[in-house]
């Protein structure tokens, strides 16, 4: 299967992991920049969640350079600003939770498990607060 393929089974099979939680069902989208996750936040009531493609990377100790991994990030969006109330702060920290047991442990289209890197918080975006949650799975070119 080619790597265009995979790339796109594993965005869709994190979407499907994502909609699960009852917050963001049918509040979920696909974009490939920052610009396309503005302009999707926009049309859409917070809490939501921007699905970003962050394409290949080598993964380093692999035989002839065919063993990769394919990144996503998930840009959380919550009402509110850095500023936000503490019941603000403790909704997106739950949505966060909830996204890390939908996911964790789950095995990608390439058989491989999700792993999570990194969780952040990036600002505010539009009058909402964004964090961005990192995940990638090992891919065999």
């Not at 610009?35 to 936040?41: A, G, T």
């Amino acid at each position: 299967m080619a790597l265009v393929d995979f790339a796109a089974k594993c965005v869709a099979h994190m979407q499907e992991l994502v909609e699960t939680g009852p917050l963001v069902k049918q509040k979920t989208f696909w974009v490939y920049t920052e610009e396309d996750l503005l302009r999707e936040m926009n049309l859409i009531k917070a809490p939501g969640v921007g699905i970003i493609y962050e394409g290949t990377r080598n993964r380093g100790l692999q035989q002839h350079g065919r063993a990769s991994e394919v990144g996503v990030a998930l840009a959380v969006i919550m009402e509110g600003s850095q500023i936000a109330t503490l019941d603000r702060k403790e909704a997106i920290v739950d949505l966060l939770d909830q996204l890390r047991i939908a996911i964790m442990g789950k095995t990608s289209p390439t058989g491989h498990p999700w792993a999570f890197q990194l969780e952040t918080p990036t600002g505010d975006i539009v009058k909402n607060l964004l964090f961005l949650q990192r995940w990638s799975t090992a891919i065999i070119l």
